[in-house]
């Protein structure tokens, strides 16, 4: 397993168009990938309710987990796209 | 976050042909009351293509059509109950369709308020006698009171 701490820096958060992104790229991720909030909440981000009830605003810290045979190059896939967020 | 609900973005009875054609009649709601500019609801409908916002709930299926702040005047939040489902692709799913009974159509001033509005529409629908309320409305004015009682 590997995990990496992310701090939510877009306006919208992680929702929306985010959101849609994040769970098409974790859905065609081969590893199991988990995340989970400041809040205390998880997230399975290859579910989309899940990812707009976790409340991921502007701020809020999150932690992603990814576990399998990729997992890490799955991570990087995961926070390069946390990091291109800007709307 | 200001007040989500107002009267008059509620409307019931909207007999759609597509989600493209739902869009447009509700929309209007935005644009007679001067919520958005004469560009929102032509850019909602391309957003729509691209990203969609149909969301299968437990016991409701809904869509939440919205597009960039720059098409909007002032927020608020449409509560419409479709007269029949419309098909409308699932957010985040390409290909998975949705039969959408209701639009909770959004324009959006400052991008950090549409977290909590998103979630203050699902979290209703996790709450069992909210989510009969909104079945069981007939009219506007039976939709309006649960959506304010709900929503807020």
């Known amino acids: 397993m590997v995990s990496q701490d992310f701090t939510v820096k877009n306006p919208t958060g992680i929702h929306a168009r ?18 989970t909030t400041d809040k205390g909440k998880s997230v399975n981000p290859k579910n989309i309710l899940s990812v707009l009830m ?15 045979e990729s997992e890490e190059d799955s991570l990087k896939l995961v926070m390069d796209l946390l990091e291109s967020f800007t709307e | 976050m200001e007040q989500a609900i107002h009267r008059e973005l509620i409307m019931t009875g909207v007999d759609a042909k597509d989600y493209e054609d739902a869009i447009r009649q509700v929309g209007q709601l935005f644009l007679k009351n001067g919520y958005v500019k004469d560009t929102y609801i032509d850019a909602v409908v391309e957003r729509e293509k691209v990203f969609a916002t149909g969301l299968e709930l437990e016991g409701i299926s809904i869509a939440m059509p919205h597009t960039d702040i720059i098409h909007v005047n002032k927020p608020g939040v449409t509560v419409a109950k479709l007269a029949h489902p419309v098909e409308f692709e699932h ?10 009974e209701m639009l909770f159509m959004m324009a959006i001033t400052n991008p950090e308020d549409q977290i909590g509005t998103i979630m203050k529409v699902l ?23 649960a959506a304010a009682k709900y929503i807020g």
């Open chain 2, 123 to 145: 979290g209703v629908f996790q709450n069992t006698e909210a989510l009969a309320a909104f079945k069981a409305a007939e009219n506007e004015d039976e939709l309006y009171e």
């Open chain 2, 91 to 100: 957010m985040g799913e390409p290909g998975r369709k949705v039969q959408a």
């Open chain 1, 54 to 68: 976790g409340g991921m605003s502007k701020g809020t810290q999150i932690h992603i987990e990814v576990t399998g």
């Open chain 1, 18 to 35: 985010p959101a849609t992104m994040l769970v098409q790229l974790c859905n065609g991720l081969p590893d199991q990938v988990m995340i």
